[in-house]
């Protein structure tokens, strides 16, 4: 990965998950579900029960990549007013409580609106760690390779089954941070069990260079994370936590997390 | 161009675009890119699909029995060449310039979407699909999509809003005697947008069986310059026809725009001929003063929406702004991204015309030359009467003005909707039922 001089707030992260024995873990939450100071709420939650990297994705009105659970919750979000600035204000309120780098994930169109500059400026000013960007591939992101070299920000691109070993070479040499590992041709949604192409995602990414890479989709389960543990660097969770949010609250979100947590230590 | 040196790898895809805009033609632009539009912005699992349409495209083009079968198809199947009808007693209302109707209403299944959906279906079967899934809104590309897999034995799944299906009760039938599956998306609006958002999340299960065939010149390339490559047959044929009839090149050239596709398809026969005005006519709604419209070009910004960088109907959080047109095939936010290209240069206009100007102009052809236009083609014609006026004004022999108008439909599926605008059912009758649930599209 390029831009070594940039000290990457997620592959800190990473590395010290792995310094530690154990596969780094990633959750997902939706920005302003339930609303801003309950997703703020949620990530600390998460965090202290052993999250080392958050996801914040910005609730869009086009969600291509994403299942019902998500999509419900972000339809939710957005009928009680989220405003995409208020991405901020999360951001900040989860690195003013915790250590674990906060990423925000976002289709690309809400960025470009704001100015591809301006939100990177300020998502750097809340602390914030990167984008992860699932609409948004490494041969459209002129303005985002220099927006985020120029504000130190991860760029997390995504791999898939299907992506050829030229994207996936090209692929890794554009991300920073980590790459993401998308471990089935789908949308976002728990599974009962992860994908054996998953693994050969993770493979080919290795081969292609990737130091650390990090597996989503269909990740719910602490023993999805612990088999994962064996070939990637680390394991994504998302729906299965905003199912979680959504039927039984904040604390019920922290002991998702321990119970996810319990499935990263590496044998 | 959004490509720049900092994009690792990514700087040795050849520059067809720039060779295309150096050369002077408009005709022919291979994307990925419209100036500043078009590109892919889309996840990456799709990438490999859209690569493997692009080289099946390509392949295809250059071989002559893949253009020998979609001539047949055209000639035997869709009913073409499409007639060119001068409408003499309508031109009495567009100031006496004479204007003339391209037919795409007498093709089979009644509109020009059965260009696309057979040169798609062909090369489907070229990539080994078994399976095309596509979007719709009042059910004219789904009825398309679901008569090519018919005849050419594909398995076709239809994604069509919850409140379309309801409001288009009569072409969901039509697709399931088809043999067509239709699925009702009641995630997000439930219309167009979220059919194609819902028909994206299939084909990023189902890739390696299934083709999305969508219907319209948008989205991630290669798709707006693949669309409008099996259109273009409407604008070769319209050049060669008013040359044949009147000896001339019309004074200008009027299609509505949804997505784009008839309009790119007839524009493009006249690119490169400047002294033809081109004229898309965009879904003005109630007006455009109003928040109910799909006045995109007009009224939009530019941003990304279903895999292409275009004009968009967006707040200012980058959220797309619902769309609101009588006829449900215009009713959509975003728009192909050469007709952005064609505005930002000039060489198109876009012009918004409103619900009840189309509707004006719908019944004074009815009225006037014997054809039920479709209530999407009803906006170009509204927009041909304004045109006519114009370039009429203070001309000794308006005769000597000539318009070629894209008919792109038939109106046999709006005939509700039309009865219900002209108050013409009792009030109790089903069919006021289902005209006035077309009416608050």
């Given at each position: 990965m390029n831009s070594a001089a940039i000290a990457s707030k997620s592959a800190a992260a990473i590395e010290k998950a792995r310094s530690e024995g154990r596969t780094a873990l990633i959750g997902y939450l939706p920005a302003g579900y339930p609303d801003v100071q309950g997703t703020i709420d949620a990530a600390v939650a998460l965090a202290e029960n052993g999250a080392d990297v958050i996801e914040i994705g910005i609730p869009y009105s086009d969600p291509v990549m994403d299942g019902q659970v998500i999509q419900t919750a972000t339809v939710q979000a957005l009928e009680n007013g989220f405003r995409v600035h208020q991405v901020f204000d999360i951001v900040a309120g989860i690195t003013s409580r915790c250590e674990a780098a906060v990423l925000v994930m976002t289709y690309w169109?809400?960025?470009?609106?704001?100015?591809?500059?301006?939100?990177?400026?300020?998502?750097?000013?809340?602390?914030?760690?990167?984008?992860?960007?699932?609409?948004?591939?490494?041969?459209?992101?002129?303005?985002?390779?220099?927006?985020?070299?120029?504000?130190?920000?991860?760029?997390?691109?995504?791999?898939?089954?299907?992506?050829?070993?030229?994207?996936?070479?090209?692929?890794?040499?554009?991300?920073?941070?980590?790459?993401?590992?998308?471990?089935?041709?789908?949308?976002?949604?728990?599974?009962?069990?992860?994908?054996?192409?998953?693994?050969?995602?993770?493979?080919?990414?290795?081969?292609?260079?990737?130091?650390r890479v990090c597996v989503g989709l269909g990740v719910s389960k602490a023993e999805h994370v612990r088999e994962i543990g064996a070939y990637a660097e680390g394991a994504i969770v998302g729906t299965a936590l905003v199912a979680t949010l959504g039927a039984e609250g904040v604390e019920a979100v922290g002991k998702l997390a321990a119970e996810l947590h319990s499935g990263t230590t590496k044998n | 161009m959004t490509q720049s040196p900092e994009t690792p790898d990514a700087g040795e895809k050849p520059d067809t675009a720039d060779a295309f805009l150096s050369s002077g033609s408009l005709r022919h632009a291979p994307g990925p890119y419209f100036g500043n539009y078009g590109g892919r912005w889309m996840p990456e699992s799709l990438i490999a699909a859209l690569d493997e349409l692009q080289d099946t495209f390509d392949k295809a083009k250059a071989d002559p029995?893949?253009?020998?079968?979609?001539?047949?198809?055209?000639?035997?199947?869709?009913?073409?060449?499409?007639?060119?009808?001068?409408?003499?007693?309508?031109?009495?209302?567009?100031?006496?310039?004479?204007?003339?109707?391209?037919?795409?209403?007498?093709?089979?299944?009644?509109?020009?979407?059965?260009?696309?959906?057979?040169?798609?279906?062909?090369?489907?079967?070229?990539?080994?699909?078994?399976?095309?899934?596509?979007?719709?809104?009042?059910?004219?590309?789904?009825?398309?999509?679901?008569?090519?897999?018919?005849?050419?034995?594909?398995?076709?799944?239809?994604?069509?809003?919850?409140?379309?299906?309801?409001?288009?009760?009569?072409?969901?039938?039509?697709?399931?005697?088809?043999?067509?599956?239709?699925?009702?998306?009641?995630?997000?609006?439930?219309?167009?947008?979220?059919?194609?958002?819902?028909?994206?999340?299939?084909?990023?299960?189902?890739?390696?069986?299934?083709?999305?065939?969508?219907?319209?010149?948008?989205?991630?390339?290669?798709?707006?310059?693949?669309?409008?490559?099996?259109?273009?047959?409407?604008?070769?044929e319209a050049r060669e026809q008013i040359l044949a009839q009147t000896g001339r090149l019309p004074d200008a050239v009027c299609a509505c725009i949804g997505g784009g596709s008839n309009a790119i398809g007839i524009f493009h026969g006249f690119l490169d001929d400047p002294s033809v005005e081109l004229y898309g006519f965009e879904a003005g709604g109630e007006g455009v003063d109003t928040d109910r419209h799909a006045a995109t070009i007009t009224l939009g910004r530019p941003g990304v929406l279903h895999g292409a960088r275009s004009y968009l109907m967006q707040d200012d959080d980058g959220q797309t702004i619902e769309s609101h047109s009588i006829s449900a095939g215009l009713d959509y936010p975003g728009v192909g991204p050469e007709h952005s290209y064609l505005s930002d240069i000039g060489r198109a206009k876009y012009e918004p015309v409103t619900d009840s100007e189309a509707m004006d102009a719908f019944r004074l052809l009815c009225r006037t030359e014997g054809i039920i236009p479709a209530i999407e083609s009803s906006h170009a014609l509204a927009g041909a009467l304004r045109v006519g006026k114009k370039l009429t004004s203070g001309k000794q022999n308006p005769q000597d003005v000539i318009i070629v108008v894209n008919l792109?439909?038939?109106?046999?599926?709006?005939?509700?909707?039309?009865?219900?605008?002209?108050?013409?059912?009792?009030?109790?009758?089903?069919?006021?039922?289902?005209?006035?649930?077309g009416e608050q599209l």
């Open positions: 169109n809400p960025v470009m609106r704001m100015g591809v500059d301006d939100f990177s400026r300020r998502l750097a000013e809340a602390g914030g760690a990167g984008l992860i960007t699932p609409d948004l591939i490494p041969d459209e992101a002129a303005e985002w390779f220099e927006a985020s070299d120029k504000y130190g920000l991860d760029r997390v691109f995504l791999v898939a089954p299907s992506s050829t070993p030229e994207r996936m070479a090209m692929t890794v040499k554009a991300s920073r941070g980590f790459v993401y590992a998308v471990s089935i041709m789908g949308v976002t949604g728990a599974r009962t069990s992860v994908s054996s192409a998953a693994q050969q995602v993770v493979e080919a990414a290795h081969a292609a260079g990737a130091e | 029995e893949f253009i020998a079968q979609v001539a047949e198809l055209n000639r035997n199947y869709s009913g073409r060449p499409s007639l060119l009808t001068e409408a003499k007693r309508f031109s009495a209302h567009a100031g006496g310039a004479r204007i003339f109707l391209k037919r795409e209403d007498l093709n089979h299944t009644g509109s020009h979407k059965i260009n696309n959906v057979l040169g798609q279906a062909l090369l489907a079967k070229r990539m080994g699909k078994t399976r095309i899934i596509a979007e719709t809104g009042a059910g004219q590309h789904g009825v398309a999509s679901a008569t090519a897999a018919a005849l050419l034995g594909l398995e076709c799944v239809v994604y069509m809003g919850a409140e379309d299906t309801r409001r288009q009760a009569l072409n969901v039938a039509r697709m399931e005697l088809l043999g067509a599956t239709v699925i009702p998306v009641t995630a997000g609006s439930q219309t167009l947008k979220d059919a194609i958002n819902e028909a994206l999340r299939d084909w990023v299960a189902n890739v390696h069986t299934t083709h999305y065939l969508l219907g319209t010149a948008a989205g991630a390339h290669p798709f707006p310059a693949l669309v409008r490559y099996f259109h273009e047959v409407i604008g070769d792109s439909g038939r109106g046999d599926k709006d005939v509700a909707t039309a009865a219900e605008w002209f108050d013409l059912l009792d009030g109790n009758s089903p069919e006021a039922e289902i005209g006035a649930e």
